[in-house]
């Protein structure tokens, strides 16, 4: 079945509106994603019709908002094949990752070694960083290969005895490169290490099995999967999460509490003290919904064949580098045009009405690699069109001849 892009982009409200005067064309779902209108919808219904805190009341709109958080936790774990005990809701990929990082580290010793790579967000070295300066831990990188895949033989090789955490992204956020997590799993198991992914942005563009891959840890955050800010998701597996220790303290994940002594609740609760991001977690479940309504391989298909098409016509743009041409990749283009900063192109760009991203992308390390201080990225979602795809090229060749 064929993607019907016009029928979804009609759920998309902003879609329609103009930025200098032109149609805009948002090439910059990568960074955050806009929302369609069941998500909207579903958040707002919320705090028009049944709101209150959740876990807290007895009264009925305690009782109904509870559900409704409780709903959202099993659409969660249903989207990426996992029990619903095994989701915890924290406020964005970040802090899901630091949630591990932190947990871990508890029992982590001097010299014991984390494998990250070359290719992390920050989001995944930053916690991991924490850890070398806190507990004396060594950092591992998994080094990149010209064309912008995880060199899996120097991974192997990195690998040993002291390795206990392998944490890797699922898919890069500026290469696009999607990587084998299932082998990657298995390598680091193979090793006796537990795995974490960053799928802040697979989770958009594929079907997440996490139990087929055999995560330990997998994250990603609500706002890049067309849902709201301020929530996001930390898959562990039930046993995983049962050996970590709360990260932060407060109301709701404890079991009791006198002045001597304390106990704490399962997880999930565990992990998610105070009140948590409840409207999020409605809006994250439509999000969802709206999602599995589609069909995604016939979306991916769609992305892909916007990349494909733009890929082709920028091969014969001399002045124009792209990093990041891994086979199987997603539809995430970075690049950088001869002469140029890339923060004058993406403000160039925009008076086209083309919003792509440009900096470093939180990957400094992966900057360095390629040897660039930063570059512009283009990431195409299921609501860019074959129209928007030629806009972009064209605009990016009226760009480049500021610089020519
Ligand atoms: N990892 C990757 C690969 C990302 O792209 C992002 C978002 N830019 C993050 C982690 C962090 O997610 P958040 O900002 O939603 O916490």
Not at 73 to 95: C, L, M, S
Not at 213 to 237: E, M, N, R
């Amino acid at each position: 079945m064929a993607f019907d892009v016009q029928a979804a982009r009609a759920d998309f409200p902003i879609l329609s509106r103009r930025v200098h005067d032109k149609p805009l064309v948002y090439l910059d779902s990568a960074a955050s994603a806009q929302k369609p209108r069941q998500v909207i919808e579903a958040m707002t219904r919320a705090m028009e019709h049944s709101y209150a805190n959740v876990h807290r009341g007895l009264h009925t709109l305690a009782n109904e908002t509870t559900d409704a958080y409780e709903a959202a936790r099993r659409k969660v774990a249903a989207f990426i094949n996992a029990d619903v005990d095994e989701i915890v809701f924290t406020k964005g990929g970040t802090e899901a990752v630091n949630l591990v990082a932190q947990g871990l580290g508890a029992s982590l010793h001097p010299g014991d070694e984390i494998v990250i790579s070359d290719m992390e967000h920050h989001a995944n070295i930053v916690p991991w960083h924490f850890l070398r300066e806190r507990k004396g831990v060594v950092l591992k990188w998994v080094p990149v290969t010209d064309d912008g895949r995880l060199d899996l033989g120097a991974f192997q090789g990195l690998l040993g005895p002291r390795t206990k955490v392998v944490a890797l992204s699922h898919m890069s956020n500026v290469l696009g490169t999607i990587n084998d997590a299932k082998a990657l799993a298995r390598m680091a198991h193979e090793a006796g290490a537990l795995v974490l992914f960053d799928g802040c942005q697979a989770v958009v563009h594929k079907p997440v099995d996490v139990k087929d891959i055999d995560a330990d840890f997998y994250v990603f955050s609500a706002h890049k999967l067309y849902g709201p800010t301020g929530i996001g998701v930390l898959y562990g597996k039930a046993e995983r999460l049962t050996e970590l220790p709360p990260y932060q303290g407060g109301g709701e994940m404890i079991g009791v509490v006198s002045r001597d002594e304390i106990t704490y609740a399962d997880p999930p609760h565990r992990f998610e003290a105070g009140t948590p991001p409840i409207l999020e977690a409605i809006g994250l479940g439509a999000a969802i919904d709206w999602l599995s309504g589609q069909d995604r391989l016939a979306i991916a298909a769609h992305e892909h064949g916007l990349y494909d098409r733009v890929r082709e016509r920028l091969a014969g743009f001399n002045w124009l580098r792209v990093i990041g041409d891994a086979p199987g990749k997603g539809a995430i283009l970075s690049f950088t045009i001869d002469g140029a900063h890339a923060h004058d192109v993406a403000q160039i760009l925009d008076r086209y009405g083309v919003a792509v991203r440009a900096g470093t992308h939180c990957a400094e390390p992966l900057m360095r690699r390629f040897g660039v201080t930063s570059s512009a990225r283009a990431s195409f979602a299921l609501y860019n069109t074959e129209e928007e795809a030629d806009a972009f090229v064209d605009a990016l060749t009226k760009t480049q001849a500021f610089f020519a």
